[in-house]
């Protein structure tokens, strides 16, 4: 699966390490999240990131063990969205624009 950003929610399984200004940045606009869920993680210490157009921390987890589901913090208003540690698994994230 590739990240798809079309459809609400978002699905995300591929990192995105490139600077705000750039392209392949999930988006610079203020976006409510309502839901971040993580699944399919490969192992136990895997760790996902996720950041504002900023940089400032909106979620740092690392999972428990394989395949579990862990339903993340509400955010609410976040101010651009980066994904730039994803180690195993998949992003589903419901937005209100």
Do not use: C
């Amino acid at each position: 699966m590739a990240n798809d950003f079309s459809a609400n929610p978002w699905f995300i399984d591929t990192a995105y390490s490139t600077p705000p200004t750039s392209p392949a940045h999930i988006t610079n606009s203020m976006v409510y999240v309502k839901s971040v869920t993580w699944s399919d993680q490969v192992a136990g210490g895997d760790q996902l990131l996720i950041k504002d157009r900023n940089g400032k921390i909106i979620q740092d987890a690392k999972a428990q063990a394989a395949n579990a589901t862990i339903i993340l913090n509400n955010p609410g208003w976040v101010e651009g969205f980066m994904v730039p540690t994803l180690a195993s698994g998949k992003l589903s994230v419901v937005v209100s624009k």
